[in-house]
């Protein structure tokens, strides 16, 4: 089981930035795909942005050109920088690690809440 916890979430107004990060137990980003994904209350989770063990990164239209996802494979952490926030980012952002058949672990969550 990988042990994730996600941390820098906060307040901010519209236009501000953040910078999440994860932490994650062993050397789980050598081999899984990292993600970042946000659940805002009454909606479903969605998968905001992603980066495979190979370094492939992908994101959710709504945030590119905003958000950056990066990662410190030697420290085993994983950001999340936000720039130009929107009150619509508002939501709880929780890290992912999927390792192919060897399932998906997930952090508590963070709370980040954009006003205008």
């Known amino acids: 089981q990988v042990h994730l916890v996600e941390s820098g979430g906060g307040l901010v107004q519209a236009g501000g930035s953040l910078r999440l990060s994860c932490a994650a137990s062993g050397s789980v980003l050598s081999f899984a795909t990292m993600a970042w994904y946000r659940q805002a209350p009454g909606k479903q989770r969605e998968l905001v942005a992603r980066?495979?063990?190979?370094?492939?990164?992908d994101y959710v239209d709504s945030v590119k050109g905003r958000f950056t996802i990066s990662r410190d494979i030697a420290k085993n952490l994983v950001y999340l920088q936000m720039n130009s926030l929107k009150p619509e980012d508002t939501a709880v952002y929780y890290c992912?690690?999927?390792?192919?058949?060897?399932?998906?672990?997930w952090g508590q969550g963070t709370q980040v809440t954009v006003f205008s």
């Open positions: 992912n690690a999927n390792r192919g058949t060897r399932g998906d672990s």
């Open positions: 980066i495979s063990f190979g370094g492939r990164i």
